[in-house]
């Protein structure tokens, strides 16, 4: 089978004895899933074809491990998993009343233990209160606190006794969920940091339960990075600075990571991550070594096992056929039709219609004087002829609520300033790139940035000159119905609920509005996500005749209009690769 193997013979990085002590070993086998995103199934219900990855896969390589470790094998999930493929969406919010498919399948796979992550939380209370119910086994979140009770919501830790081998798990989340999402989502909810949160729990893990071997199931990256003053992914802050940790489990960033470090302790500590879409098993073999019940040695060795390689569990597919035929009975449902081929690929360069009818549908919906939106994905289409269920799912890729916000004009400038400052290169001479580039995919394809946070405004017109640095790019010449457009004036403004809670920066960063005054600007809030908003529009008008708007432009356009032509060759025969 491919693997991906870590780099573990390191002088130092290696958790063992100089010579072989005596007594019993014992070899366990810990695997992760993480952030797969609704990846049930080997299909694609958006883009309706096979994919690769999938429980279904993973479930063959589990099936395969337990015939070799059997119960000294321990699978965890880390998150994000009740988001992203219609199958997810249709148990979360449609079919209610049945046993969750997702519960149903950690559980046909024997799960011991997992965590939520944010886009698990981004489902709302009923939806992923529901879940945990039904999943038979803990659900861990250390840093999830209830703040009825100042206790944690969900279990913090547990522990699991495989022959003799005392191994605990400790569960966390990525703390910066009040960045993203409405509070009403996580009501009674805070999240504390990782760091002092570990630094607690593990003083009570050892005195409490005196493990053999610790470990971290974390939804969050190592990067250590700052999002409103709490630290996103800190993961790997963990595992240097809270001596005890023998392998930290990542999540979170979908990004493939299998590397030692030495903790501040000066022992070794494999973190570790299988990315997203289950395309990859975070596949981990700990080696106990116990004399008359004390530990005397002890291995810790980890590779990132490829699902691509392993074949679909017939018998998994079997068990779950029903769920799978309602689920493709759900997004073939047609719900109106659209007159001409719409894609994101435009949406870089210029006003686009597929980035237009969704800033049309939200100024229809809300009655909003201008609407921000950004393509939130890279390179999806949806084409001429009728629009299926499956369709919506490219049309807006995330359960976010649609807010109208309270702006004014200066704040709306602010606002576009940043965004086309992560969006565009200020451009020097004819011959250089429109967008701010890469030469290599460094985690946003090709883009310096995220694409997801490249807003672009409907209801107003402006140019965007790149030639000129963050503050003086921007001219708003007036409304789009021609009324002036004044810099003092308050503006009711359309943005998505991950953008009006400060996901980005663009309203605090850049529109300069504190982050603890956003909640004050929200004048009202669907109640239900944007998706089923737009759905519901598509079905009263039935035919969409999607134009682009044409409100705004790149200028000066004698060097915009060919360094966008070079940049679209550039940006999308790369992706390619």
Not at 62 to 84: C, F, P, S, W
Not at 114 to 120: C, F, K, L, S, V
Not at 202 to 224: C, T
Request: net charge negative; with cysteine; aromatic share 10%.
């Amino acid at each position: 089978m491919k693997k991906i193997f870590c780099l573990l013979a390191m002088a130092g990085l290696v958790c063992m004895p100089t010579h072989a002590a005596p007594g019993k070993e014992v070899t366990l086998k810990l695997l992760e899933t993480s952030d797969v995103h609704g990846c049930y199934f080997p299909y694609d219900f958006i883009k309706r074809k096979p994919m690769r990855g999938s429980l279904a896969r993973v479930s063959s390589f589990v099936k395969e491990q337990r015939a070799t470790y059997g119960d000294h094998l321990i699978l965890m999930d880390n998150g994000d998993i009740l988001q992203g493929q219609p199958v997810a969406y249709y148990y979360n919010f449609i079919d209610t009343a049945s046993v969750h498919v997702n519960a149903a399948m950690l559980n046909y796979m024997g799960y011991d233990l997992a965590t939520i992550g944010n886009h698990d939380v981004e489902t709302g209370h009923d939806v992923y209160d529901r879940w945990i119910g039904q999943c038979q086994f803990p659900m861990l979140g250390a840093n999830v606190v209830d703040t009825r009770t100042d206790e944690p919501y969900l279990k913090p830790y547990t522990v699991i006794e495989r022959d003799g081998v005392k191994v605990a798990v400790l569960g966390m989340i990525t703390p910066a969920i009040p960045s993203w999402l409405p509070e009403q989502l996580w009501k009674n909810l805070r999240f504390e940091d990782m760091e002092a949160c570990a630094r607690k729990w593990v003083e009570v893990i050892r005195e409490k339960e005196q493990p053999d071997v610790l470990v971290g199931l974390f939804h969050a990256g190592p990067e250590g990075n700052m999002l409103d003053n709490t630290v996103e992914n800190g993961s790997a802050n963990v595992a240097k600075n809270i001596p005890g940790f023998d392998v930290v489990f990542m999540g979170h960033d979908h990004t493939r990571y299998c590397e030692k470090i030495v903790n501040v302790a000066g022992d070794s500590v494999l973190l570790i991550n299988p990315a997203n879409m289950a395309r990859a098993v975070a596949d981990v073999t700990v080696k106990v070594t116990k004399n008359d019940g004390k530990l005397v040695g002890k291995s810790v060795s980890g590779q990132l096992t490829d699902m691509d390689a392993y074949p679909v569990d017939e018998a998994f597919m079997q068990t779950f056929d029903s769920q799978y035929q309602a689920t493709r009975e759900f997004v073939s449902r047609k719900i109106g039709s659209i007159d001409r081929t719409i894609t994101t690929k435009d949406a870089y360069f210029g006003p686009s219609a597929f980035i237009d009818l969704i800033h049309q549908l939200q100024l229809d919906i809300t009655g909003a004087d201008v609407s921000f939106c950004a393509p939130l994905s890279f390179a999806v289409e949806i084409k001429e002829g009728d629009i299926y269920m499956s369709d919506m799912f490219n049309l807006y890729k995330y359960e976010n609520m649609l807010y109208v916000m309270s702006l004014s004009g200066q704040e709306i400038k602010d606002f576009l300033e940043m965004s086309y400052a992560i969006w565009t290169n200020q451009m020097k001479s004819p011959e250089d790139h429109l967008l701010l580039l890469n030469e290599k995919n460094n985690g946003f394809g090709y883009f310096k940035n995220p694409s997801f946070n490249f807003d672009s405004a409907a209801g107003i017109i402006y140019t965007v000159d790149v030639t000129k640095p963050q503050g003086e790019k921007i001219t708003i010449q007036s409304m789009a119905d021609g009324t002036p457009f004044d810099l003092q004036k308050r503006y009711k403004v359309a943005v998505n609920s991950y953008r009006g809670n400060g996901g980005g920066d663009l309203l605090t960063k850049g529109a300069g509005i504190p982050k603890e005054e956003l909640s004050k600007r929200i004048l009202s809030s669907t109640e239900k996500d944007l998706r089923y908003y737009l759905m519901q529009r598509i079905e009263e008008v039935k035919v969409l005749h999607p134009q682009p708007l044409n409100q705004w432009k790149f200028i000066p356009e004698e060097w915009t209009v060919p360094a966008a032509a070079r940049d679209y060759r550039f940006l999308f025969e790369r992706s390619k690769e």
